[in-house]
């Protein structure tokens, strides 16, 4: 059993924690915004003191940050996936809609209006 499946299966029996884990990438995605927007100007002046050690470091404080978002939403969204569906064999995804559309701006809209049914169906 691989680690993704064992997580799927955790985050499947216990469906608490996988609501706890998307409402901490939400709230990591929103203290995110509120750090960068309102300690602006003291990231910026710690940037320009030493571009070369210090610009990187922001960066890949920002990638970290971004993987730990995604990585979050999708243990969080491991809950709305049945266990016998032929998808399971994936790590993890948050939702077939994006697969299904190429770059036509419509066809997107369509899967995803698909899926947002699709997760209120599930909720009722």
Do not use: Y
Request: positive net charge.
């Amino acid at each position: 059993m691989t680690f993704c499946a064992q997580v799927k299966g955790f985050a499947r029996s216990h469906e608490k924690v996988a609501d706890i884990s998307s409402l901490l990438a939400v709230a990591l995605l929103f203290a995110t915004i509120w750090v960068a927007i309102d300690f602006q100007t003291l990231i910026f002046n710690w940037i320009q003191q030493s571009i070369l050690l210090h610009g990187p470091a922001v960066i890949l404080l920002l990638i970290l940050d971004v993987f730990l978002i995604i990585m979050l939403l999708n243990i969080g969204s491991t809950r709305l996936e049945n266990p016998d569906e032929a998808h399971n064999d994936r790590c993890f995804g948050t939702f077939r809609g994006r697969r299904h559309g190429g770059f036509n701006l419509g066809t997107a809209f369509h899967n995803w209006v698909q899926h947002i049914e699709q997760v209120n169906k599930k909720h009722r």
